[in-house]
């Protein structure tokens, strides 16, 4: 398994925004799709989005699409969530996770962070 860590979660009233990271220095993170997942309360783990290796091309949940924005800085060796307009809905722990190829099945990922929780409250 590979190592990722994620950080940036925290407090956050409705409509403003949070920028999760999630890095790793034991490997390349270009080398690897690196999707995110999201799982509230009572709820099952959720894709919301994918960053293809290489390319980098970038796929979006339709709740979070035009809100939510997925890139790497390949200098940090990091990925990035930017999350903005959130609301409370977007209430979750958030992970990030690494395979090959990007999928939004979490059962396809191998590698998973130990996630950041991420709460949207007035």
């Known amino acids: 398994q590979l190592q990722l860590v994620e950080s940036g979660g925290g407090l956050v009233q409705p409509g403003g925004s949070l920028r999760l990271s999630c890095a790793t220095s034991r490997f390349t993170l270009d080398y690897y799709a690196i999707g995110w997942f999201r799982q509230a309360p009572g709820k099952e783990r959720e894709g919301i989005g994918c960053i293809t290796h290489s390319v980098s091309s970038t796929y979006y949940l339709d709740s979070v699409k035009g809100r939510f924005t997925i890139s790497r800085d390949n200098a940090k060796n990091t990925v990035y969530l930017q999350m903005n307009s959130l609301k409370p809905e977007d209430t979750a722990v958030y992970y990030c996770?690494?395979?090959?190829?990007?999928?939004?099945?979490?059962?396809?990922?191998?590698?998973w962070g130990q996630g950041t929780q991420v709460t949207v409250s007035s």
């Open positions: 996770a690494a395979e090959p190829h990007c999928s939004w099945r979490a059962a396809d990922f191998g590698s």
